[in-house]
């Protein structure tokens, strides 16, 4: 017997925190992965903690590129499910697989033959250049897996199936700390492969997440319970869909990153390897943080790109007002017990001297910065949930070029201290948040919603 499940999005309090709080915590358990991980490798020293920096922005160049492919993937297949139209749920899925892996392909050959010279571009020394030359060969193969994840957990999302997400972040994950603790030191029979076992710890993760969620789309049987025939034929067109939609949001993702690649740069030109691991530290947190906020953002674009299928657009703005009090009100909390015990997160990385003292006034600038976080990625994601992804690469290019300036002119012209560099986080998000929230006010979004 066929089972029409309903695919219309709940969107009440209790429906969106049901959504967003298996998406935050698939999202929170590999962000303190990647905590332990530079916690680790603190261990080591402080130049393989601030190589980690550097050698970690540039894979999340990549990693963004298929985050921002899976955002457009994410926006058609919840558009699709709001029109009922099930069938192409999966046909858009199986595409974007397509374009992904051939994209993680050029990607790898790119690191291969270039990411020393890279390296050396960057500032980094000779030696430091081989080992984070070394690592990137290893760890970039890892695209080939996290883009399938990524977008097979996007199809979950679309189904509203997220408390999966959080089953496969915990395989993952405890696969990874695992790992990171026996190829990094040696422990569990395994060989001692320092800075360069933390790539191989992350790239079997990523494997075996990618293989776990296999395992869950095959057990849900979407053909019985969701109505869904999976169509494996090649079409045109829905390539070209995901492709035009997915593209603009993939140049976004990439420039913003290769951004922040550029601070980790100018970061590791003009301050001590002590302050470039406090930076690293504070990409951690960064990325620990906004968890929720981006979990926030993915559930912004399934649940508006759902309404919109639905024909439900005037419901848009109540439901994006629900949301931003949510997600502000969880990351205050965060916030506050962050502030008040900063101890116990910058103790975590095994470091001396001044690193603590540093590091206190720079977490301060983090912690506000993880506040407007939480409002910009929400409409940020509503405009993306539109289809208008060529207007998200525009805003996103106003907040990068003010970034820009702003580092450029602080850490490399005036060499202010490192705590007023990362206030770049409070100019990036704002110069994000002001152009939505105009844009969804008096934009033209209303016209030609179809595609």
Partial sequence: MINNTSLKVDTSIKGIILLTLPISMAKLIPELNYLFNAAFLGHIGSKELALAGITGVYYLIFSAIGYGLNNALLSIMSRRAGEDNRNEIFSSLWHGLILGLGLAAIFVAFTWATVHPIMRWAGVESNGAKMAGSFLNIRICGLFFLYSLQMQNAFLISLQKTKYLIIIAIIQSLTNLALDYGLIFGHFGLPA?????????????????????????YSLDVRRRFNIIPDFKIKLQTIRLVFTQGFPLMSQLAISTGAWWVFFILVSRNYTYEEQAVSQTMRNLFGLGGVFSWAFGSSANTIISNLIGQGRQEEIFAIIKKMVIISVSGMSIFVVILNLYPDLFLGLFGQSGDFVNIGLSTLRVVSTAMIILCVGVIWLNAVVATGKTNIVFWIEFLGIVSYLVYVWIVIEVMKMDLEVAWMSEWIYWIMLFLPSFFYLKYGNWREDLKY
């Avoid at 076992?197 to 395992?215: D, H, K, P, R």
């Fill in 193 to 217: 492969l320092g800075f360069n076992g933390a790539a191989y710890a992350s790239v079997i993760s990523e494997f075996l997440g990618m293989l776990t969620v296999i395992a869950i789309i």
